[in-house]
């Protein structure tokens, strides 16, 4: 099992950037395809990106496509998301996600472990 911990959420402008962190520890976080997704004040829970376990492969919902790039650091048991251009749809909490099978699903149910979330406010 793997514990994860996200952090680097905060207030930013649209337009601005953000970069958000996920610490694994426990199992070696290469086991895992990593993910990250949002759930919005009274809406349900939405893809945002994925990256397989080498980092080679990656997958971005259409709404953030060119403005995040998801990354990872094996070494370091870390996975990111950078926010560039973020826009106040994006309110919302933060969840970083494992699973450990190969494809890069973008289904919540697909993915056994989450982060306790980081809340993020784009300001207009």
């Known amino acids: 099992q793997v514990t994860l911990v996200e952090s680097g959420g905060g207030l930013v402008q649209a337009g601005g950037s953000l970069r958000l962190s996920c610490q694994a520890s426990?199992?070696?976080?290469?086991?895992?395809?990593m993910a990250w997704f949002r759930q919005a004040p009274g809406k349900e829970r939405e893809f945002v990106a994925a990256?397989?376990?080498?980092?080679?492969?990656?997958n971005y919902a259409d709404s953030v496509k060119g403005r995040f790039t998801i990354s990872r650091d094996n070494a370091k048991n870390t996975v990111s998301l950078q926010m560039n251009n973020p826009k106040p749809e994006g309110t919302a909490v933060y969840y970083c996600?494992?699973?450990?099978?190969?494809?890069?699903?973008?289904?919540?149910?697909?993915?056994?472990?989450w982060g306790q979330g980081t809340q993020v406010a784009v300001s207009s």
């Open positions: 426990g199992r070696t976080l290469s086991f895992y395809v």
């Open positions: 996600a494992a699973r450990d099978s190969g494809l890069l699903e973008t289904t919540d149910w697909a993915y056994g472990s």
């Open positions: 990256i397989s376990r080498s980092g080679g492969s990656t």
